[in-house]
């Protein structure tokens, strides 16, 4: 079955590269702009495993996935993290938020697959 | 395109977006605007560029956004602070970041020096603005976290044959509440090689006291790899905080017998594992099965867990997560989600964001082209219905006004294609600002106003170099320096006033500076000595200040490193001037200067009425024409030899007479036999120009008459008639230049470079 990842990520540069690189993976790909844009997403698409920036405007990626992780229906949805930050405050702030993981940019398209693959039921 | 071809220019893109937004969020901070919002907004500019640069592997400009970006991340945490000198800096360094962008996207060497000199001043920011140091964290130039990989690569160890680890892992409660799963990593650590996993489930409580988000599994697993323990411990990344983890060599632990078997690859499929289920000291296969262990492998792992405890399988089980949550969850969403929303109407919520498409400008020109011809045909066929002597009540005539009103809306629409915010040319100012003060040590603040006022792309790409031009002289020659300023009693920082604003049909630029205003004196005497004007010249006011447009005129003693290129005010008039444009100066003594730039919103057609001088049909641009008039014979005076003036409320107003001007004629008409435009040029002279007849009004297609033919003075450019025969159209600045009826051709020019250079 086709899996689908939602990429969260304010810069269009990035959201190009994860789309290419997903679908080309064979995930099917759905993006948002920032957190509360991957929020009204969620209303609709129920994907397989989220990816998403830190830093993003309206609402950034802890708080968003704090809200994700609120929402019953999400609690056991893998969320990745995808940052340029190695800080390991920023890491442990990403895990009390909720995350599941973490994709340091910049990426390289087999490891990213790789770490979906790795979250991914 | 090759997609990643496509994605880096989306990339370079996005860092233009990202440049301008970093440099007005600098410029607000600036200013003293430090609120949260825009030092966020400054610091995910520069966080994304270096993002994006990093994906490309553009190094430099990840080193030098990650040094900016640490010091910004500073000032956002409170612990710097953004003082004047600080924001200077931090605008230097946002040009330097540019400088990069640009580099990369051209593949040419940045200016190392500067790059490294500004990111040295920087780190110093940082030092200085932090009381404690930042310790390690301080050596870190950015390139360590490049290298740094989502998995870490199995480092290559000799052969070992018996090479075996024993791993015991207990989740906490954490690992699962982060949505990591223990099945998924049993799965990670089987495709390291062949593996035994036994799980003890002696921890697990009654099924009533069972917390479901509790964690009380502890598995142990059995790993035949030549792996080190660096490569098991990655597939536990994401999770060794969260869970009990040993990794010790098999040959290091007594293996503990009847509890364990570790079963060495038999099977053609590579990797064999063995699942035992431990329930005390009773030790019994659960299943055995080739390749990693799939999802329902996995289940039925928990599955035996679960029947070990007598768990009833429709419940969360012993918080194992997702292998056995997932179907629970998904019946879940479609009445968690399912509500209110339709899909349709959310699924576009973020396309909705301004609807473009990207088109080739040629095409855009093309049309333009097309259209311009339509207007032309428009005009012949409107000719020929007239020369057929057609009712103008007749329906031929009624359709032909209909033509003509839609062939001036697509014009209009295809004109509003090109139509962009002068913004784009105002944007590059800060900048040139920045340069220009601390080359020449004075203190500069640019204003900036209008930016939004819409142009034509023509007019954009042309009106750059003579803005910058303009603001280069504005600050080198028109502020004075500091101390001079303080001693003047004005504040030590001089302001640049660029603004731009509609105005009749064109678009006005002014750029206006506070400084000492011309120094006619000096002008006077440098024009005299050039030979530019008699040594006895009488001139006025305005006459002296435009002795700087003359070609070969500097004021500047020594050629400045920042105006001493070898273009001067003449250049920037004559481009001006090429684009349909005029520029004029209002400078105050001790005050400061205004230059003005008053260029057509378009270089393609202009509102026109069409006059006949001495048989010749000429344009005059109907943004000039103010009202038309007879004159009558009393009010028109003469002065002098042959200079007329006309008598209009009160006042006199020079008059031209075209055909003589352009030489058409050696006689002037007698004004009451002809008829008169009063026409406005630019800086308000006003002046009245005899012409034969009026014919009508018209919209042209402008044709440059440089381009086809040379430039003609008092001709702004040609256009082609409804009869297809070639009209002049006329430059009204230049014929109002003109207050006496000397004629413009020749060497009238030259004689009188004062009056000529007035426009």
């Known amino acids: 079955m086709i899996k689908t990842v939602l990429t969260v990520d304010d810069s269009r540069t990035m959201r190009d590269m994860l789309r290419l690189s997903l679908v080309e993976a064979g995930f099917r790909v759905v993006q948002a702009e920032d957190g509360v844009h991957g929020l009204e997403v969620l209303r609709d698409e129920t994907p397989d495993v989220i990816v998403t920036d830190i830093n993003m405007p309206r609402m950034d990626g802890f708080g968003f996935i704090e809200a994700v992780r609120r929402d019953a229906a999400w609690r056991s949805t893998p969320v990745l993290v995808l940052t340029t930050e190695v800080d390991a405050e920023k890491k442990s702030r990403a895990k009390a938020a909720g995350a599941t993981g973490w994709i340091v940019k910049p990426f390289d398209p087999v490891k990213l697959v790789d770490v979906i693959r790795r979250v991914a039921a | ?759």
């Open chain 2, 1 to 759: 395109m090759d997609p990643m071809a496509a994605i880096r220019e989306t990339f370079f893109q996005e860092c233009e977006e990202q440049l301008s937004e970093l440099e007005g969020g600098l410029m607000r901070m600036e200013t003293g605007e430090t609120d949260q919002e825009t030092v966020n907004a400054v610091f995910r500019a520069v966080h994304s560029i270096k993002g994006g640069a990093g994906a490309f592997g553009l190094e430099d400009l990840v080193r030098f956004a990650h040094v900016f970006e640490t010091t910004l991340d500073q000032v956002r945490a409170g612990r710097l602070d953004p003082s004047a000198s600080t924001m200077r800096l931090m605008l230097r360094a946002s040009d330097a970041l540019a400088d990069l962008v640009r580099c990369a996207r051209e593949g040419t060497m940045p200016d190392e020096a500067q790059t490294t000199s500004l990111a040295a001043a920087l780190k110093a920011l940082t030092n200085d603005g932090m009381a404690e140091g930042i310790g390690a964290e301080d050596d870190d130039d950015g390139l360590g976290d490049l290298n740094f990989l989502p998995l870490a690569v199995a480092v290559e160890q000799e052969t070992m044959p018996d090479a075996g680890w024993v791993i015991t892992f207990r989740p906490l409660a954490a690992l699962y509440a982060n949505a990591n799963e223990a099945a998924l990593l049993l799965r990670e650590v089987g495709m390291l090689g062949p593996v035994s996993v036994t799980v003890d489930t002696s921890s697990l409580p009654d099924f009533g006291d069972l917390d479901p988000e509790g964690a009380y599994l502890t598995w142990t697993i059995m790993l035949q790899t030549d792996c080190d323990e660096a490569a098991i411990r990655a597939a536990f990344e994401f999770v060794e905080d969260d869970c009990d983890l040993v990794i010790s060599r098999a040959a290091d632990r007594p293996a503990e017998a009847g509890l364990v078997q570790v079963r060495p690859d038999e099977d053609a499929a590579g990797v064999v594992a063995d699942v035992r289920v431990l329930d005390g000291d009773e030790a019994a296969p659960a299943s055995s099965f080739a390749d990693i262990p799939s999802d329902a492998d996995v289940l039925a792992i928990i599955r035996k867990a679960q029947e070990s405890v007598s768990a009833p399988h429709d419940d969360r089980p012993v918080a194992v997560g997702g292998g056995a949550v997932a179907p629970v969850a998904a019946q879940s969403r479609p009445e968690a989600r399912g509500g209110t929303d339709g899909p349709a109407s959310r699924s576009d919520s973020g396309a909705a964001v301004g609807a473009t498409i990207r088109v080739d400008l040629d095409r855009v020109d093309r049309l333009i082209d097309l259209v311009g011809e339509l207007v032309i045909n428009e005009a012949m066929l409107s000719q020929r219905v007239m020369e057929a002597g057609l009712a103008r009540a007749s329906g031929v005539a009624a359709a032909l006004d209909e033509l003509e009103h839609l062939t001036r809306e697509i014009q209009d629409s295809v004109m509003a294609i090109r139509a962009q915010p002068v913004r784009s040319v105002f944007q590059r100012m800060p900048r040139l600002v920045r340069e220009v003060a601390a080359m020449t040590g004075k203190q500069v603040r640019l204003l900036t106003d209008g930016e939004g006022t819409e142009v034509d792309k023509t007019v954009i790409e042309r009106i750059a170099d003579p803005l910058t031009h303009m603001i280069r002289n504005a600050i080198d020659h028109g502020l004075e320096p500091t101390e001079a300023r303080v001693a003047a009693g004005k504040p030590e920082e001089g302001v640049v006033k660029l603004t731009a604003l509609h105005r009749s049909g064109r678009i006005v630029i002014e750029v206006a500076d506070d400084g000492a205003g011309i120094d006619r004196e000096r002008v006077k005497a440098k024009a005299i000595e050039k030979g530019l004007i008699a040594p006895d010249a009488q001139l006025n006011d305005e006459e002296t200040d435009n002795l700087i447009f003359l070609p070969g005129f500097s004021t500047a003693s020594t050629v400045s490193d920042i105006s001493g290129r070898g273009v001067g005010m003449d250049v920037v008039r004559r481009s001006v001037q090429s684009l349909g444009g005029r520029i004029s100066i209002a400078s105050r003594p001790g005050a400061g200067s205004t230059f003005t730039l008053s260029l057509p919103l378009t270089l393609a057609v202009l509102d026109g009425m069409v006059v006949s001088v001495a048989g010749h049909t000429l344009i005059v641009p109907l943004s000039a024409i103010i009202e038309t008039l007879q004159p009558q014979a009393a009010t028109v005076h003469t002065l002098g030899m042959d200079a007329r003036v006309v008598a209009m409320r009160g006042r006199y107003i020079p008059l031209v007479d075209v055909s003589v001007a352009l030489g058409y004629r050696d006689a002037p008409l007698d004004a009451d036999k002809s008829v008169a435009l009063l026409v406005e040029g630019e800086g308000g002279v006003r002046a009245v120009l005899i012409v034969d007849a009026i014919q009508g009004q018209r919209q042209v297609v402008i044709k440059s008459l440089e381009a086809n033919y040379r430039a003609v003075p008092g001709i702004a450019a040609a256009t082609v008639m409804g009869d297809g025969r070639v009209a002049l159209i006329l430059d009204v600045d230049a014929i109002v230049s003109v207050t006496r009826t000397e004629r413009l051709r020749g060497d009238g020019l030259r004689a009188e470079p004062t009056l000529s250079q007035a426009g």
